[in-house]
């Protein structure tokens, strides 16, 4: 980058934060609260207040509307890739083809690596769940909203960012790595598993409490009008991002090493 351009970028950023600061200066006091910070963080946590009803049948957290789109948006590209995509692959692939086949190898990798002996369906789970939760951690970033059954408009968090989504997702990993231990090695395979009674707890506590920690502080960024200024842009991009990958690779490295040891 020449000294030039270098210049003009340091130029762009100072005037952009002197923008946003004169912004906020102007701002300050000619705005209200509806709810303290204290408030808005227990409801992100507890979904007690804004929730959605589900086809007039009852009211649901707005994590578990999430899920159901997530779910539909996830089998919806599955089926067109596997009528659209999936029979024009070629031996020279090309950019989409390469994205599609360094994803699935990635999780059949991991698969095969920690579970040597058994790992078809291993893979296959790893393969869904990873997707499920980097996409799911994903959709809060586009911001889609829903109407609350008080008539207030709001953004669709995470599925995961639900306690009970989390505990879900860590139960059901749980009841594969149990079915492993069932299939390599029958009732002793079911006490290899259940010594690790703690295991589901743990794993959805780990999930829950990353996806939630990215929530919060974006929450907290958003109430504070000095800091409301593109600043949540760049925290809530950065959180999301970086929980989606580490929190897609933590669970699916964990199911596999688990799933390894009790079908050996």
């Known amino acids: 980058m020449s000294k030039k351009k270098r210049i003009l970028m340091i130029l762009f950023f100072v005037v952009w934060i002197?923008?946003?600061?004169?912004?906020?200066?102007?701002?300050?006091?000619?705005?209200t609260k509806h709810e303290s910070i204290?408030?808005?963080?227990?409801?992100?946590?507890?979904?007690?207040?804004?929730?959605?009803?589900?086809f007039g049948i009852?009211?649901?957290?707005?994590?578990?509307?999430s899920g159901f789109t997530v779910t539909g948006i996830l089998l919806l590209l599955a089926l067109v890739i596997r009528i659209f995509v999936i029979p024009r692959f070629k031996m020279m692939p090309g950019k989409f083809q390469m994205l599609i086949e360094e994803w699935v190898g990635f999780f059949d990798r991991l698969a095969k690596s920690n579970?040597?002996?058994?790992n078809g369906f291993l893979g296959m789970y790893l393969f869904a769940a990873?997707?499920?939760?980097f996409v799911g951690t994903c959709f809060e970033l586009f911001g889609v909203q829903a109407v609350t059954t008080e008539g207030n408009s709001i953004a669709l968090p995470a599925p995961l960012a639900d306690i009970n989504g989390a505990i879900m997702m860590g139960?059901?990993?749980?009841?594969?790595?149990?079915?492993g231990g069932i299939a390599g090695n029958g009732l002793k395979g079911v006490g290899k598993t259940l010594k690790d009674f703690s295991l589901p707890i743990s794993m959805s506590f780990r999930l829950f409490g990353a996806l939630l920690s990215g929530a919060l502080v974006t929450?907290?960024?958003?109430?504070?009008i000095t800091l409301s200024f593109a600043l949540p842009v760049v925290v809530g991009v950065l959180f999301?991002?970086?929980?989606?990958?580490?929190?897609?690779?933590?669970?699916?490295?964990?199911?596999?090493v688990f799933y390894g040891e009790v079908c050996e």
């Open 115 to 118: 579970s040597p002996h058994r």
């Open 38 to 54: 204290q408030e808005s963080m227990r409801d992100a946590v507890l979904h007690e207040t804004n929730q959605i009803s589900l």
């Open 219 to 224: 929450e907290l960024v958003y109430y504070y």
């Open 58 to 65: 009852r009211d649901v957290n707005p994590a578990l509307i």
């Open 240 to 256: 999301t991002l970086l929980h989606a990958l580490i929190q897609t690779y933590v669970l699916t490295m964990l199911t596999s």
């Open 18 to 31: 002197a923008v946003f600061l004169i912004g906020a200066l102007l701002l300050q006091g000619k705005y």
């Open 171 to 179: 139960c059901l990993s749980y009841l594969v790595i149990l079915s």
């Open 130 to 133: 990873g997707s499920y939760i």
